[in-house]
């Protein structure tokens, strides 16, 4: 089955910084590469997807890029405010939707 | 606004209990999911349906059962409660968008906090 890391688990960056999130995964074929962003005492919400085949899309201040060949997408987040401290999960899909989750980032932003 | 409802949102109970928690949708999806959270370990799947008729076991199904009641309706059973259940269960829905792989966003419910004593 598929297999997702996810790094870092926790990061801490001062208000105004840039946030880096990395996942890398095993199945060559998996197409489809969700960030779900996860609010203490919420639940996991979609913030940006990419499909393989682009291998950038941009959301305002949040982006994510994709290396097929590395296999790894990352997250990132600029001029990080207060409000984007939440956990982050990466995903990869498997056959016929099945979803496998990287075991989350813990981002706190610094005022 | 269509949404995913899960009840019980806490529950206590005690070693050996069945506890059965409910996921209903009013999304309009055929596909839903029961995971279940806990720290450092991030969203495990439990089990998945993509219909009414179809039940299957993911990475973490021991010790789990599940009922697919309707189309907007999926509910897990734990027949003998043990403390190492004790986590935060999240059921979530997506579209059926035909049978590649995976390309769609999955909605959650709010969560069920579950603690085995």
């Known amino acids: 089955g598929e297999n997702v890391e996810q790094h870092p688990s926790t990061l801490s960056v001062q208000e105004g910084d840039s946030a880096v999130i990395k996942c890398t995964y095993s199945?060559?074929?998996?197409?489809?590469f969700p960030w779900y962003k996860q609010e203490l005492g919420k639940r996991p919400q979609l913030i940006i997807d990419?499909?393989?085949?682009?291998g950038e899309k941009k959301d305002q201040r949040i982006a994510v890029t994709l290396n097929k060949t590395a296999k790894h997408f990352s997250l990132h987040i600029t001029e990080t405010q207060p409000e984007d401290s939440a956990v982050y999960f990466c995903a990869a899909p498997q056959l016929y939707q099945k979803v496998t989750f990287g075991t989350g980032t813990k981002l706190q932003v610094i005022p | 606004d269509a949404d995913v409802t899960q009840t019980p949102r806490n529950r206590i109970t005690k070693t050996g209990k069945r506890i059965m928690l409910e996921c209903s949708q009013t999304k309009g999806h055929d596909r839903m999911y029961w995971y279940r959270q806990d720290p450092g370990l991030g969203l495990r799947l439990i089990y998945y349906s993509f219909d009414v008729k179809d039940i299957n076991k993911g990475e973490i199904s021991d010790g789990y059962s599940v009922s697919r009641q309707a189309q907007a309706k999926f509910s897990l059973s734990l027949e003998s409660a043990i403390p190492n259940q004790t986590a935060l269960y999240f059921c979530?829905?997506?579209?059926?968008?035909?049978?590649?792989?995976?390309?769609?966003?999955?909605?959650f419910g709010p969560g069920t906090r579950l603690t085995v004593l």
């Open positions: 199945d060559s074929a998996s197409n489809y």
């Open positions: 979530a829905t997506s579209e059926t968008r035909g049978l590649g792989l995976g390309n769609n966003e999955q909605f």
């Open positions: 990419i499909r393989s085949n682009v």
